[in-house]
């Protein structure tokens, strides 16, 4: 693949914002990929497992592509194909050239999958408030699925197959991401860290969630990832771009 690096209902308008929040994220269901839907759950679940401990995640800024000490990709996946939620499929390291390829591929089909094929159209009045998220947190249904493993960190020079960062809280990586974790991980970023990093808006506004990209950065001085003895073994990292609309609360 080409590396380019071009980078809500009424009912609850009387009652409380957890209200509206609630059916807000039930709403993004019915636009989002049927087969990505699963139970949704909340920051209450990360304080039973006592997660937000095991390894904080942190809002940084968006990529701009002047970064110095790496190269941030997203790829221009967004599709409104509705056919993209038929063709599901496990996404194995071992079918593509490098990791780098594979990251790629991973993070597209990813962003087509939790978008849906139903574009989202937000009022005059709203304006666009982009934040960006390096992902750290793993949630629970994900490491049912696969133990101790991270989908958001590679080593583009390593070769396919499970690969073991020592000295790391989810040390497995490079494993095959089946359609259930691919479900399980749009949940965890849908309705825990959209909800988590959540903007501001100005007194009268409200946030309102729009589409959701993973994006990918290759850090240059980090090329050596392949050597298990050196502490970080991973050359690439995985972000996400939420789109959030700050829209007036007088609009429904």
């Known amino acids: 693949m080409n590396k380019n690096t071009s980078l809500k209902f009424n009912v609850c308008f009387f009652l409380n914002l957890k209200c509206f929040a609630l059916l807000f994220f039930i709403s993004l269901f019915f636009t989002s990929c049927k087969e990505g839907q699963l139970v949704p759950f909340f920051s209450e679940d990360f304080k039973i497992n006592n997660f937000e401990n095991t390894w904080t995640s942190f809002i940084l800024p968006c990529p701009t592509g002047n970064e110095i000490d790496r190269v941030c990709i997203e790829p221009p996946c967004r599709s409104y194909n509705s056919a993209d939620c038929q063709n599901r499929r496990d996404l194995d390291p071992c079918n593509y050239s490098d990791m780098e390829d594979f990251v790629y591929d991973f993070t597209c089909e990813i962003t087509k999958l939790i978008n849906g094929s139903t574009q989202r ?31 958001y960190r590679y ?18 990586r490079h494993f095959t991401i089946s359609i259930a974790y691919q479900n399980a991980l749009m949940n965890h970023l849908r309705n825990y860290i959209a909800t988590l990093v959540e903007p501001n808006c100005p007194e009268n506004y409200e946030a309102r969630l729009g589409d959701i990209y993973l994006y990918y ?19 690439i990292k995985i972000g996400v771009r939420f789109e959030f609309w700050c829209c007036p609360n007088w609009i429904q």
């Open 121 to 151: 159209n937000f009022e005059q009045g709203c304006y666009r408030n982009d934040v960006c998220y390096e992902l750290n947190l793993v949630h629970p249904d994900m490491l049912n699925i696969f133990p101790d493993g991270s989908p």
């Open 155 to 172: 080593c583009s020079s390593a070769t396919c197959g499970t690969y073991y960062c020592p000295n790391e809280p989810f040390p497995y």
């Open 217 to 235: 950065c290759k850090f240059h001085n980090q090329s050596n990832c392949e050597n298990l003895s050196e502490e970080n073994c991973h050359d």
